[in-house]
């Protein structure tokens, strides 16, 4: 009767990994339960999503090998992998279900960096811009609902507003990763997009200190003046305060990223023993509520709306 903070499946966005083929399921090593699926698999999660009150997909797709190059070019080709999957979904599922698209380079480049690099490897804010305008309108044309930038460069809000609403989608919105950190916990995540083995570097140039909070409000405040409609906090449970100093200071929808290593944490935890994993889960989706999130990006949805489901 008291309770302060509730958590529902409308609260969950479920990230998926797509891969080439037909009828494939790979499982990822580092993310156990977690699998790549085809095209026809995705629309099959979408599907269960949809039963399960889920509202809305994050995909990320694994290109090929040889469709990695410097430049990235294949995030443009209108018929890549992730256009073939958002067309898929919304031609199975139409408006029952949310696509929220990432942007950024990294599973498209050939040295796993989120932008375009100069000769000492050094992403190149400007230039990398324009790409991303690019990616975002072929994710768009394709059906995209929710373009989800998380590539932390600085202006490219603006460029990708301005470039969506010349091009007709005035109703796609916009969840900027606004304060993603220069994390350790995303190590699972590049297996799962196949870059870890090619990331040369960090990416240190370009997400954010995790020693840093107002700079974290600084990122927002820009993405907000040029037309995010919700913002997005990455990792999830280390960076809770941040959250809540996002949510206090604009109010907008706040989002968080429990990633992949927060995944594997959890999984790592159940499978030694040392806890109860659908308590676990259920306790720390909860705290993102609490903290101030409207919802959140997890590999968990599925499991936790099911789990909330029996009650
Ligand atoms: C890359 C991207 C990353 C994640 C989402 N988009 C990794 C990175 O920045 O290297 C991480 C998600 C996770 O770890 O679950 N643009």
């Known amino acids: 009767m008291v309770r302060e903070t509730s958590l529902s499946p409308a609260n969950l966005i479920w990230p998926l990994f797509v891969t080439d083929g037909e009828g494939v399921v790979e499982p990822i090593a580092s993310l156990p339960g977690v699998s790549r699926w085809s095209v026809d698999g995705i629309v099959e999660r979408a599907r269960e999503a949809v039963d399960l009150g889920i509202p809305c997909l994050a995909l990320f797709p694994n290109t090929q090998a040889d469709r990695r190059s410097e430049d990235g070019r294949e995030a443009l080709n209108p018929d890549n992998l992730m256009c073939r999957a958002i067309r ?5 599922l139409g408006d029952s279900i949310g696509v929220l698209t990432d942007v950024a380079l990294d599973p498209y480049t050939a040295h796993g960096q989120d932008g375009l690099i100069d000769s000492d490897g050094y992403v190149l804010n400007d230039a990398t811009v324009e790409v991303l305008v690019g990616q975002s309108l072929n994710q768009a044309r394709a059906g995209a609902d929710i373009i989800a930038p998380s590539d932390m460069m600085d202006g490219r809000i603006g460029a990708i507003r301005a470039a969506l609403e010349a091009d007709g989608h005035h109703n796609v919105q916009i969840m900027s990763y606004a304060a993603k950190y220069a994390s350790a916990f995303y190590g699972p995540f590049r297996d799962a997009v196949g870059s870890s083995g090619l990331l040369k570097g960090n990416k240190k140039g370009y997400q954010m200190d995790p020693a840093n909070t107002d700079e974290a409000l600084r990122e927002v405040a820009m993405d907000i003046a040029e037309g ?63 903290a101030g999130c409207s919802g959140v990006l997890t590999y968990h949805a599925a499991h936790a709306a099911r789990l909330l489901a029996k009650g």
């Open 88 to 92: 898929a979904i919304k031609d199975a």
């Open 228 to 290: 995010a409609d919700s913002v997005m906090v990455k990792p999830g449970m280390p960076y809770l305060d941040i959250v809540s100093r996002v949510k206090q200071a604009f109010g907008v929808p706040v989002y968080a990223y429990m990633v992949s290593g927060e995944y594997a944490m959890i999984e790592a935890m159940a499978a030694a023993g040392a806890g109860d994993r659908d308590a676990v889960v259920l306790e720390s989706l909860l705290a993102f509520r609490r």
